[in-house]
């Protein structure tokens, strides 16, 4: 968890506030995430990331902290 908030932190570089949270949110998103947990019966890890409107911040910044979050998750050997 650490290592994601680090690498998404670096990547918005304080345009948007990054947090972690107990909570995904209203109603709709609570209900994601609570389907998601429910529906993953091999206990795979499993978490919600809740994104700005893009209304709040601009497109660049939401895709590259999302891009982060996925490579911190998701660590991929380099072909080289």
């Known amino acids: ?6 690498a998404v932190r670096a990547a918005v570089g304080g345009a948007a506030p990054v947090a972690m949270s107990d909570s995904a949110g ?3 998103c609570n209900h994601t995430l609570y389907r ?4 993953n019966e091999a ?3 499993a978490g919600f990331l809740h994104v700005p409107k893009l209304s709040a911040c601009p497109q660049p910044v939401v895709t ?6 996925l490579r911190a998750l998701l660590p991929v050997e380099d072909d080289a």
């Open 36 to 39: 998601l947990l429910a529906w």
């Open 1 to 6: 968890v650490d290592a994601v908030l680090e």
């Open 64 to 69: 590259g902290a999302v891009a982060a979050a």
């Open 43 to 45: 206990g795979v890890p």
């Open 26 to 28: 209203d109603y709709l």
